[in-house]
Each structure stands twice: as structure tokens, then as C-alpha cells.
């Protein structure tokens, strides 16, 4: 009955909370900035190299008098321009139009309709891509896609989603309403396959849009047909098949009627239209272009700024809306959407955010000992293995039987691509304990597996020790047989469920047990889902914040039980989340959060100073074992990127293992796993030529020199980060016909930096560095 009780009092408060928020008026946040006097129409802005550039869909006929609408279609570019200096950069294609820009892995990549030869204006039947590392020399421009029979092509927009590259097009094909919104991925963005069903706009007019992929969504901005004119409205998808609109009331950009003097139309032609918004993340704010006008033969170039993030400008818009409590977040994997940031978080549930300038700008030893480790593996294993991977329901204690557990081949597999760590699953959400706990009777002590004597963690320590591996162990916070935990909810509205007092003592004893009766741990993994201690928690009835005690103290007694150990997760971690579990960091990567901001680096705003990232990385679609998904393993391609993204980023990387219900990890997963190491083996332990300084010096150049001239395209730069990180940007230079040439260039590099380029042939290579600093310290540098 009490249960009962509070969770009816719990929905009361959040139905009450959402009547009161829906009766707020809806600002709209974005700030409109001005117009520019040109009649460009699809523009993209972009950040590449720290610069700010918009990529401008010229069409002639505007340059020439007494011309009209695809005149001198042909002369049409696809140009991008420097913002700062007002000047055209370069000029990626010609005879081309409908462009968009993607900025990827030091790169930028420009998608276009292709006019062809000898074909009317804008029946445009292919796609073309080019690319370039500096804004000056281009590949080749390629098809990438096709039009079916009768289709044509119209506005494009390209990003990089949950797990692939994600391609919407404007299409004319007739089984919809003009210039439907179709989607296309592709691992390559050469290769472009349709998703099923992922269609937006078949029963409405849509147009000029853009496509974003932030915090698990798809969003989509798109022209909405209105009696008396066009403006851009946003709607947003967790898989390109199910859409969520924001409410009609609430137009991302709306235009002007007021307004008249347009370029290149009479001068009491009024605006009508504000369409084509692109947007992009530059010095603190979002940066959007969009156009106004009438529809008719040109645009009237405009630009706006939101003071935040993408993420938070478009959360904006599904803020407190019925559609949005309707619908549960999906999410990646199966963490819970707790680690989504707020789009509005209000400073009293906020702790005081770090201002100190007394934060550590180098590792500790164990910070550093587990960075120089880098790759890692994961342990789900408990009942949710027994369920087909459901861990958020509490089933029978004994449930859990494993036939053939083998700890040991669970530490073979990890060793044999590379782990130098693994991290066990000791207790999960479901609260059910993987060694003989003294706190409940919810653990492997009632299960008949081994008559109830046996200890999962005893096992997978005992095997850890035998084969050289450092020991990690998982611990949930939130605990769903007790019935303490936090709704799963964004950073900053999160509230406690259960009594958290008489749970606490609980915990810091399984905690303690933990710590206590196995020796030496190197590794204590905090899951920040569900967590009712983390620095974030309200009171569900009073919505006053818990504050960070409760964390603070788990945190302490790590410290004093396991000085050695490194933390992840927390009130104060030692290791911060990358934000994928995809197996990806962001580029450049910083070990450094500065204060106030540590919310965008997933980590309490109370936290500053040194504290690196950890990507990790699902190995099937689900965290714990299931019934027949082995067909969802990932393939070789995506571990190695992973693996390049993560690790070659400067992060570490944690790849998940799935023992099944006998205890042991299938056959197809080792082998699996085994494969990747041997990529990894064949790919890195043998350079063509490497450099390792000795004189404890810095240094602002590196050279190799081989014995001969011969092809390379891969290489790996390790900065000495026991000294810090302080090497901000580098270049890297090849020999060729006496002159120095540049054949890769980045920001950070940290713990390590991997980097592929196009291959070329030498026998001279020189690493440039520079920083603020003048502690430029390098540890190796390796080309392949």
C-alpha cells in the first residue's frame, strides 16, 4: 500500500508539474540578427579548424541582367565562403546545386545534385560528393546516388546519426506529396542504402530542410505551407519512421510581412517566407542562416544566434508539451535517457559550479595508469542475461543457473583483442548481487547455481589475477528490488523514488563488501542511470535537490578502501563518459573540463580539472546477452572505427561482452573478438617508421626518417600527458620532390592520436606541434 501511495502522490506531482508548465507561454529563444542584402537561398554554415564558413548555393543568372530563373544553369556553384573575412574560400563544384556540408573526422564533405550534361534545369537525377582536408584541393567529385525512374532530386542535408550516416533528400516521386523528405544511411558516405518506412512529409507539403542528430533524436526542419506564406517547423525521430512535430503554435522560424524592399523584387513585395534554416555550433552559440523573401526567383539572406547549444535549441521547442510526456525517450542501448542534459536546468538544483583556478592540469598515477591501459573490456552478466536482456524488471532469485561458467574464458577473450582491464556487472538495476552479499537475500547465495556456495565476482577476480588482468567492478546505484532509485529523467530533473535513508546504508555495505573481500581493485564504475545518489536528485514531493553528501561519501570510502582505483561516474569521477555507446569520442578531445563545463562533458557542474573519457561500446544490440542476436554482433569495419574514434581520439575505449544463460560467451562473439585483435595486432605493432624522444625536453618538431622511400597512410602521435596536455594543433609533413608537403593536420592529441591520410610516398616525415604552453612534451610518434 505505502508503495502504492507514493507512486500515485509521484504521478500526481508530475501531472501537476506538466498542467503548470503547459500553461507558460512559449518564447521562442532563437534572436534574429539581421539581413544581408543577398538573395541566396540554401546556405549551410559550418566550423571547420576553428573558423566559421557558409557553403552558398550561387545560381548565375542572378550576376546577369534581364535573366530569369535557370538561366546560365550550368555556371552555377557550390562555393563556401570564410564569414570572417567576408571572402569565397574555394569553390568545391560547379554545374551543380541543392549543396549541403558535412564536417567529419577532420574533414568536410560537400553533397550536391549533379545538373549533368544536356538535361533540363533541376531535373536533377544524381548526388555528387566531394571532399577536402584544407578548403583547397577537392577530390573528385562522385556519384553516391541515384534517382529511381522518374524521380528527381531536389534539396539534400547529411549528418552523422546513432550509428551511420544518415542522407535526407527531397524527392518528386509521385506515390507522395512534392519534395517528400526520404532517408538514406550509409557506413561510408559513398554506399547509400534506403531505411525502410523512413519517410517524413507524405501527407503534407515540406521542403528546404536540414537534418540534426543530437541527444539520441533526429531532428528535421522543414518549410510548413501556410495560406499566406511558408515558415520552418521542426519535428524529430528516434528512427526516421515515427514522427514527433512540435506543437503548431511553436515555428522554429517564422517570417516578416511587414517587411518589403527584398533583393531582386519589386519594392512593395512583402515577405512571405523564411525557409532554408541551417544551423551550426560556433564560440558558445548556435549560428543559424536562413532566407526570407517570396518564393520567387532568389532569397533574402538573414542569420540568427541562440546563447547555447543545438541540443538545447531544439529541446526547446518539445519543452512541456503533451506529445513529449507521452512518449518515452527510446534510447541508445539500454542506458536510460538519465544521461541526456536538461535544455533547461534552473540554477537552485544546481550545485556550485567549480571556480577555483587550484584544479589538477595533469593525471594522478591512477588516472594515468588507466589511460596508458586505453582499451578495456565490459561484463553484462546477471538476470537480465536469463530475460532477454530486460535488467529493468526484478525477476526470481532463482533465475540465474549458469551450466558452464568459465570466468576464465571470459579473460581470454578480453586479452585476445587487447583488454588491458575488464569490468564486471556485480550488481545491475534489478538490484540482484553477484557474489554471497550479506545485505539481501537477493543475490547468488539463493540461486541454484552451485547449491548456492558460489561467487561470480570470486571467479572473475581469481581469473583476472591468473592471466594479468586488472580488475574493475560495476555497482549500480539504483536498486529496483529495494525500490530506490531516480526517474529516469534529464540531468537536472531527476527525481528520488523510494526511501533513500534506509537504502544508503545498504548500499555503502554491498559497496564495502565489494571493496573489502577481494583484494586489489583498479577499476569502480558508477552508472549514472538510475542513480538516486546522484548530484542531480530532487525530493519527488518538494523538488528540493538532495545535493552531492550522499556521493561524496560513496565517493570517500572508495578512496580510503581502494586508493589504487579509479572512479567512473559519480560526484566527483576520475573518469567522465564520452557521450556514445556507439564507441566514439568527440574530436578535438580535451582531458581537461573547465569550470562550468562540466555539463556538456556529462559530468556535475561541482567538478573541474583533469578527468579523461571513456567511450564504450555494445558489442550485440543489446548490453546483455539475448536469445538469436548474434546476427547483431558488430562487424569487423565498425570495431576497427570504433577503435580509431575512441582510442584514436585520446579516449579509452570499454567494448562489451555478453556471457549467455550457460555462463559462458558464445563461440561467434570470441571469434568475433578475437578478429578485432588481430586488426589491431596486424595494423599497429609493426611501423614502418617510429620515433620515441629520450631527452625529457620539449620540443616543437619530430622527424622520421626510413631507409627508403615507401607508401604511407596511417599514423599515431602520442603526447607525454604525464606533463599534461598542452599541444593544441599539428601538422604533419612529408618529403616529396624536395619539398615539404602537408599530408595530415589536427588539434589534440593527448593520450594518443590515430589519423589515416591518402597515401603517399617518401622517406622523410616531420610532426609539427603547437601550443599555448611551451611544455610541448611528445612520447612517440609511429607512421604505417
Known sequence: MKTKFLLSCCIFLFSLGSVLHAQEAFENPIVKQGRLGSPLVETSPFVFKDKLYLLENHQRFWDLPNTKPGDYFHEDEIRIRDVASDKIASVPLKNHGFGTVLTYNDRVYVFAGSYGENKPWRKMTEISMTSSADLK??????????????????????????????LLYETNDKSWKPFTLRYEKSDDLINWEAIPDAIYGRDKYVGGPALYYEDNWYYT?????????????ITRSKDLVHWQDAPADRPFVTFDPSHKNIPLRPSEVSESNASDVELCYFNGQTILYFTGSDQKIGGDLQWATFDGTPSQLFQHFFKDTKASTEVTPEHEGDWAPVLIAADNQDDAIRPQSVTTKNISDKPSAQQLAYQERQLGAFIHFGPATYTASDFMTVPPVDIFNPTQLDAEQWVKTAKSFGAEHIVLTAKHHNGYCLWPTETTDYSVKNSPWKDGNGDVVA???????????????????????????????????????????GYFPIFLEQLRELLTNYGQVSYVWFDGAYDPFGWDVMVAETLKPLGTAYGDAIRSMVRNLQPNAVVMGGTKPDIRWSGSEQGWAAYP????????????????????GWVPAEANLHTRSTWFWAPNSDNTLRDLDYLKTAYTESVGRGANLLINMTPDTSGLIPKVE????????????????????SVTPTTGKPMKEVSITLSKKQKISLLVIEEAIKYGQHITNYTVEALIKNKWVPIAEGQSIGRKRIQNFDPIKTNKIRLKIHGESSQLYIKS????
Open 589 to 608: 578531445l580535451w582531458n581537461i573540463v573547465k569550470p562550468g563545463e562540466g555539463l556538456k562533458h556529462w559530468i556535475g557542474p561541482q567538478n573541474a
Open 459 to 501: 571467479e572473475f577476480v581469481k581469473a583476472c589475477r591468473k592471466y594479468d588482468m586488472k580488475i574493475g567492478l560495476y555497482i549500480s546505484g539504483g536498486d529496483k528490488n529495494f525500490g530506490c532509485t531516480s526517474t529516469p529523467d534529464p540531468q537536472g530533473e531527476r527525481k528520488l523514488v523510494g526511501d533513500i535513508n
Open 221 to 233: 526542419l522543414y518549410l510548413e505551407d501556410l495560406e499566406n506564406g511558408y515558415e520552418t517547423r
Open 781 to 784: 610518434f609511429e607512421v604505417f
Open 137 to 166: 584541393t577537392w577530390t573528385e567529385p562522385q556519384t553516391v546516388l541515384k534517382a529511381s525512374k522518374d524521380e528527381f532530386f531536389f534539396n539534400t542535408a547529411v549528418c552523422r546519426g546513432k550509428d551511420s550516416f544518415i
Open 670 to 689: 570470441v571469434e568475433r573478438l578475437s578478429d578485432f585483435g588481430k586488426i589491431l595486432k596486424n595494423t599497429f605493432d609493426t611501423p614502418l617508421g
